[in-house]
C-alpha cells in the first residue's frame, strides 16, 4: 500500500470516531434501571433473581437418610406405646377403684339387709374385675344370704336359684351347697340322687339358665363320674363357646363307655361345626348304630353323604357312604337306589355286594322287630298266645337274638309250655350269659320248683350248678372266652360225635375244618342228624356252602344243645365269608362242648381271621372318609 492510501485511511478512521462522538453527546438520557449482569443473574439472594429449573428427578435415599428416618419412626413408636401403657394403667387403676366402690357398696347394702341391691352391686364390682378372686366370694356370700332368707320364707324355688347362683360365683362356698341340699330335700328330691341333679341340670338348661345347669351337672359329676355326667358337661361347655374343653368331655364319655350314644352324636356335631366332616361322619355313624332312634344324629349323617354325592356324584364311594347312612336310618328304598347308582358307576365295587347283603339283613331285622313289639305290645294285653305267634316269627328271623329268645321264652311260659320256655332260656344264656342273668334265674327256678325236667343231654350241656352259679354271681369272663366265670363241667362224658364225614376227601371239605380235624371218627348217634351231616357234606362237595348253611339252620333251632351242629355251621358260615356268624356258632359250640380242644383251636383261629378282617377294613373305611372329606 502506498503512503497516500495509508493516510486517507487514517482520515477516515478519525471521521468516523468523532461523528460517533458528537452522536453520544446529542443523544437523550434514560430513566431506567440498568440491565443485569451475567453476575446479577446468579446472585440467588436476590428477589428478583430467576430460579434455575427444577428437576423431575427425585434423589434416592442413601443409607443416611434411612437410618435417620429408623430413628424417628422408633422414637415416635416409643413415645406411643409409652403412652398407651399409661393410659391403660390409668384405666386399670381407674377401673378398680371402680370395683372396689361398687364392692364396698354391695357389702353396706347387704348389712342393711337390701339383698337386691347388694347383689348388683357386687355383680357390678365382678364385671369391672373379674381376676379379683375376693370380689366373686363377697357375691357368692350376699347369693347365699339372700337365698337363706328365701328359704326361711319357703321360697324353696327362689331359695335353690340363688344358692346355684352362689356356687357358680364361688363352688367352694360349702355353706351354699349345704343349703342347697336341703332345699332340694324341702322340694321332695333326693340331693344325692345322680338322676335328680341331672333331671334339674336338664330342667334349667330348657329355660337358658346355663349357669346353674353347670352346677347341677358339677355335682352329678362329683356323686358319679359316668358318660351321662361327662356328656352333660361338654353340651354346657359347646353353650359358652368352648368347643376345646367340650371336645375333651366328650372323649372322657366315650371313655367311660365306647357305646354311649348321645357322646357320638354331640362329638359328631361338634366336628360337623368345625367342619371336620370326615369325623363327623364316623361319630355320627356310631352314634346311630348304638341308637337307631337318634333322628338328629342320623339325619346330620345322611346330610353330610348328600353333600359329598352332591360336590362329586361320579365318586362311587360317596354313593356307596350315603346308602350306608340312609340304611341306618332305616331309609332301605333310598339305600337301594344308591346302591343300584353305585353298580351304574362301578358294578365291581368291593362294597356292592356286602353292602347290599347288609341291606337284605336289615330288612329282615326290621321286620323282625316290628314281630318283637307286636309281641310286647299283645303280651301286656294279656293276649298270650297271639303274642306268641308273633315272637316266634321274630325268633325264626334272628334264632341267636337273646331279646327274641328271652320274651318267646316268657310267652311259652305264659302259655303252659314249660319245656319250650326252658329251651328259650337255656338259647338266650347261650348266646349272651353276661347279659342274661334273669333267662339263667327263671331256669333255675323252673328247676328248684319242679317245673320242667332236663334231659340227660340238657344235664350235661348246661347242669344246675352251673345256672346257679350264672344266676348268683357275676361273670368274670365271656363263658364262650373260655374264662374263670363259668368252667368246663367236672365228669361231663365226651360224646364224640363227628362233625364232618370223615371219608369226605381233605380238598372238598371247609377251610377249617382241612384245618382242624374232627374230634373223633364216630359217627353220631342220631341217625336224623346224622343225614343232616349226609346232605350238607354233598352240597359242601359242590361248594355251595349257602345250601349247607341252610340246611343246618334248618334242623338247629329245634336241636340247639347239639354242639356238632353249632360247629359244622359255624365252619360252613366261615367258608362263606360270613365270619362274625361263624365266631358266634363257634363259641356256642365250645360251650357245650368245652373239653373239646379242636372246637377252641376253630374258635381261636376264626377270631384271629375276624382280627384280620377288621383291620383290613379300617384302613379302607380310613381311605374312604379321606375321599370323602
Not at 366370694?137 to 324353696?156: H, V
Request: hydrophobic residues 40%; neutral net charge.
Amino acid at each position: 500500500m502506498s503512503k497516500k492510501s495509508k493516510f486517507q485511511t487514517l482520515a477516515l478512521l478519525m471521521i468516523a470516531l468523532l461523528g460517533n462522538s458528537i452522536n453520544d453527546a446529542l443523544a437523550t438520557k434514560l430513566n431506567a434501571r440498568p440491565l443485569p449482569s451475567e453476575r446479577e443473574l446468579k446472585d440467588f439472594e436476590d428477589s428478583h433473581a430467576i430460579a434455575p429449573a427444577v428437576s423431575r428427578f427425585a434423589r434416592r435415599m442413601d443409607y443416611r437418610d434411612e437410618e435417620k428416618l429408623r430413628k424417628e419412626q422408633a422414637e415416635a413408636a416409643r413415645k406411643a406405646a409409652a403412652e398407651h401403657a399409661m393410659q391403660s394403667e390409668q384405666g386399670k387403676q381407674k377401673k378398680a377403684q371402680s370395683a372396689l366402690e361398687a364392692n364396698n357398696k354391695g357389702v353396706a347394702l347387704g348389712k342393711q339387709g337390701r339383698f337386691i341391691e347388694a347383689i348388683q352391686a357386687h355383680l357390678t364390682a365382678v364385671e369391672t374385675d373379674p381376676q379379683n378372686k375376693q370380689f366373686r366370694i363377697n357375691l357368692s356370700a350376699i347369693r347365699c344370704a339372700y337365698g337363706q332368707e328365701r328359704l326361711n320364707a319357703k321360697d324353696y324355688d327362689a331359695a335353690a336359684g340363688l344358692f346355684r347362683q352362689a356356687l357358680s360365683a364361688a363352688s367352694d362356698n360349702g355353706m351354699a351347697a349345704k343349703l342347697l341340699n336341703e332345699t332340694m330335700k324341702k322340694q321332695g328330691k333326693d340331693p344325692s340322687s345322680v338322676e335328680e341333679r341331672v333331671i334339674a341340670g336338664d330342667q334349667l338348661v330348657a329355660i337358658s339358665d346355663f349357669e346353674a345347669a353347670m352346677v347341677e351337672y358339677q355335682i352329678a359329676l362329683q356323686i358319679e363320674s359316668s358318660a351321662r355326667t361327662y356328656t352333660k358337661m361338654g353340651d354346657v361347655a359347646i353353650h359358652y363357646g368352648q368347643f376345646s374343653t367340650a371336645a375333651n368331655w366328650y372323649r372322657q364319655a366315650l371313655v367311660k363307655d365306647p357305646g354311649f350314644a348321645p357322646a357320638h352324636r354331640q362329638f359328631g356335631l361338634l366336628q360337623l361345626a368345625q367342619k371336620d366332616y370326615t369325623g363327623a361322619a364316623a361319630s355320627l355313624r356310631k352314634a346311630v348304630i348304638q341308637d337307631p332312634k337318634d333322628q338328629v344324629a342320623g339325619q346330620s349323617l345322611v346330610e353330610i353323604w348328600r353333600r359329598q354325592v352332591a360336590a362329586n356324584p361320579l365318586l362311587a364311594e360317596n354313593h356307596l357312604g350315603l346308602a350306608g347312612a340312609l340304611q341306618l336310618t332305616g331309609d332301605f328304598s333310598g339305600a337301594e337306589s344308591e346302591y343300584n347308582k353305585l353298580q351304574a358307576l362301578d358294578q365291581n365295587n368291593p362294597g356292592l355286594a356286602a353292602g347290599r347283603m347288609s341291606l337284605n339283613r336289615a330288612r329282615q331285622h326290621s321286620l323282625a322287630e316290628k314281630h318283637k313289639l307286636a309281641a310286647e305290645t299283645l303280651f301286656n294285653q294279656n293276649l298270650r298266645r297271639e303274642a306268641l305267634a308273633e315272637i316266634s316269627q321274630a325268633a325264626m328271623m334272628e334264632p341267636k337274638n337273646s331279646t327274641y329268645q328271652f320274651l318267646l321264652g316268657e310267652c311259652l311260659e305264659a302259655n303252659g309250655d314249660l319245656r319250650g320256655a326252658h329251651q328259650a332260656y337255656l338259647t338266650c344264656v347261650l348266646i349272651d350269659p353276661e347279659k342274661n342273668k334273669e333267662a339263667a334265674y327263671r331256669m333255675n327256678q323252673m328247676q328248684k320248683n319242679g317245673k320242667v325236667q332236663m334231659s340227660a343231654g340238657q344235664t350235661n350241656q348246661m347242669p344246675i350248678s352251673q345256672t346257679n352259679q350264672m344266676a348268683q354271681q357275676s361273670f368274670q369272663k365271656n363263658m364262650f372266652e373260655g374264662g374263670n366265670g363259668v368252667q368246663s363241667v367236672v365228669g361231663q362224658p365226651n360224646m364224640n360225635f363227628s362233625t364232618h364225614d370223615e371219608s369226605q376227601p381233605a380238598m372238598n371239605r371247609a377251610p377249617m375244618q382241612a384245618a382242624a380235624p374232627a374230634a373223633s371218627s364216630s359217627e353220631n348217634k342220631d341217625p336224623f342228624i346224622n343225614s343232616i351231616f349226609a346232605k350238607a357234606s354233598e352240597l359242601e362237595a359242590q361248594n355251595n356252602y349257602q345250601g349247607a348253611i341252610a340246611t343246618l339252620r334248618q334242623v338247629l333251632t329245634n336241636n340247639l344243645q347239639v354242639p356238632e351242629l353249632h360247629h359244622r355251621l359255624a365252619v360252613d358260615l366261615l367258608a362263606d365269608g360270613q365270619i362274625t356268624e361263624s365266631i358266634s356258632e363257634f363259641r356256642i359250640a365250645s360251650a357245650l362242648r368245652p373239653s373239646n380242644k379242636d372246637y377252641a383251636g376253630d374258635l381261636a383261629r376264626a377270631l384271629a381271621i375276624h382280627k384280620r378282617s377288621l383291620q383290613s377294613n379300617i384302613a379302607a373305611t380310613a381311605g374312604n372318609e379321606v375321599a370323602a372329606q
